[in-house]
């Protein structure tokens, strides 16, 4: 048997995926329903050299990542809904010092402590716009195994390559549910490794002048470029600067590089959604119900596709708005109260035809719901 | 190297107020880096946010400007990551304290090997005055206009009670005295803690009716004893100043790379 076939839950799989990635430092704080994550790779680091280190909370432990990751490490935490709340602070830090970082979020129950062992997907939004003031970020999310550990290195390979933090939306479901997974062989997927300066020493280095590309390349400390990195709004050295310019300049920076390559980051997969009448879209958990209804539709004949969103930030609005336009109907499938139904709405040509079909109590929603709701839609009573 | 080789000098003038006692510690930090011959490329200097924390963005070293009380937590990343590096961590009062009490407590019990220097002047000067948890019993602050209900948290006492093991205390009055104490800390393999008092005569100072920077720095002057000095008891407001603690615990890294070593797997297992 191939050792490399194991029977893994979501959050092993993705401590595995991190490994695979080139994680080399994690902080964290227990939580559930995450805690699988850091009590992984407190076992899994140390025999490699890597470091990992249960912080006094979850603040410390997403900024431990950033000092980290400027030393030069591959750098992730791992938290739920009150511990994401407590990084958003920080998140901005990493958005605004152009830190590479990967942040897991499996989803529970909100808001506060709501219910820690059940499953949600609340926190779409605050991944957006948790942190305070403009800013861009990306955020993927999987709906099952396979694609937990496929998007964690996704999530590393985009972080390290625009250096901004990663946002990984998991929820308990797809945490804790086993399925099996193939490890793939070194190679098998691309790794990427961060851009450094090739100024040399003798040269001054800008650590906050982007490339053409948008790009910047990194210069980490111990090295021989000595820079500095702050939260504060700043110019090309990092240092502080309030100048009107330096901060126009920033803030479109900032921005631009994420905003500007929405379909460069948007990761989904189409489940007959090609010649769809009904379309749903869905992520995470609930694509794995909506899937299921698409069988059950499509053996009576009718026409139902879903398309399984695996990025959610940057939004991927043309993808979405394209794929609406083709079906007479579109259900958003999701357990919160609409938070990406909201997203295909303002992006779809015809908001009237988007329909919310939600549940919040706790429980994954079941392809029973989803299927009573389309009934409803196809105007077939209960 | 002469001392000015550690200023980035495009970066002047500094923000700080006229009297400040901020750049007083600033270069006496710097002359005692410059006397451990430590290189630039070595230091990692980790703040967190207020007047205090503007000094590493004058200092050419490695340097990180974090969030407000969260310096520790970023050191703590920094050093975990590459333990080789010295990493030093100016704070202000109200920053570590604060703010940041919960990372100050867990680093010095974790004994991770950072130093941290307590800018201490009493009250939060960039935000124009407010109470800090040093702000003396009865002492003004905009947002005590009728006293202090409070009392001073003794750092000292905090540090040794959580574990730091190397814990000292000086003023910017006492730069001789200062700059040893922190080219000991510095050297001190764990967490060391320097509390330097500094003078703020633009807020604490003139809330306070203290006078101006020389006065206060006088003051620092005529109040200040050495460690288990009986002249304590003579006049409340007499403060010690020197070592407190000095003890060797495992480092936290230094355990870390124990465990590290002891799991490598060994070349002949595979022969």
Known sequence: MNEKVRFLQGNEACVEGALYAGLRFFAGYPITPSTELAEGLARRLPPIAGRFIQMEDEIGSLCAVLGASLTGLKAMTATSGPGFSLMQEAIGYGVMAEIPCVIVNVQRGGPSTGQPTHVSQGDVQQARWGTHGDHAIVAFTASNVKDVFRMTVEAFNVSESFRTPVILLLDEVVGHMRERLRIPEEGELPVVERLLTQVPQTVDFHPYLPREDGRLPMAHFGGHHRHNVTGLAHNIWGFPADDPASVDRLMHHLVGKIDNRAMEFAHWVDHQADDAEILLISYGASARSALDVVRRFRERGDRVGLLELQTLWPFPAALVRERCAQARRVAVVEMNMGQICREVQRVAQDPDRVYLVNQVDGRLVGPDTINQALRMIQGRGF | MATLDYVRRRFLPHIWCPGCGHGTLMATLVRAIEELAIPKDQIVMASGIGCSSRIV??????????????????????????????????????????????????????????????????????????????????????????????????????????????????????????????????????????????????YYGRLNQRGDAVEMMTWFKEHAVPVGSDARKDDPARFEVGEFVNVERPEYCASYDEIVTRLKPREDEHA
């Open chain 2, 57 to 202: 963005g004058y200092l050419d070293l490695h340097t990180l400007h974090t969030l407000h009380g969260r310096a520790l937590a970023f050191a703590t990343g920094v050093k975990m990551a590459k333990p080789d590096l010295h990493v030093i961590v100016p704070m202000g009062d109200g920053d570590a304290l604060a703010i940041g009490g919960n990372h100050f407590i867990h680093a010095c019990a974790r004994n991770i090997d950072l130093t941290a220097i307590i800018m201490n002047n009493q009250t939060y000067g960039m935000t124009g005055g407010q109470v800090s948890p040093m702000t003396g019993h009865g002492e003004r602050a905009t947002t005590m206009p009728y006293g202090n209900l409070g009392q001073a948290l003794d750092v000292v006492a905090v540090a040794r009670a959580a574990g730091a093991t190397y814990v000292a205390r000086s003023t910017v009055y006492h730069a001789p005295q200062l700059k040893k104490l922190l080219m000991k800390a510095i050297q001190h393999r764990g967490f060391s803690v320097v509390e330097v008092l500094t003078q703020c005569p633009t």
